[in-house]
């Protein structure tokens, strides 16, 4: 299966992963939330070197929540 890879938008604060586009909110340090459409789905983490997602609930996958990790944190490394 080929899916297209998620492209971080840095100044807009969004991430988009298969024409969902996901808005990214700081919490603090490395830690941020992910809304679509003003709906939290999950949260992204930097920790240990490592990008990851952790979803709230079912509506985004592991998966995806992943792929927009290691999109927004590659374009954000400073």
Known sequence: MT????????????????STTY??????????????KGVPVGR???????A???PK???TS???LDAIAEAWFAATAE
């Open 3 to 18: 899916t297209s890879p998620a492209v971080a938008d840095v100044p807009n604060k969004s991430v988009t992963l298969e």
């Open 23 to 36: 808005t990214i909110q700081e919490l603090g340090q490395d830690n941020f939330t992910v809304l679509v």
């Open 44 to 50: 992204i983490v930097y920790t240990f070197g490592s």
């Open 52 to 54: 990851n997602g952790v």
């Open 57 to 59: 609930g079912d509506t």
């Open 62 to 64: 592991q998966e995806a």
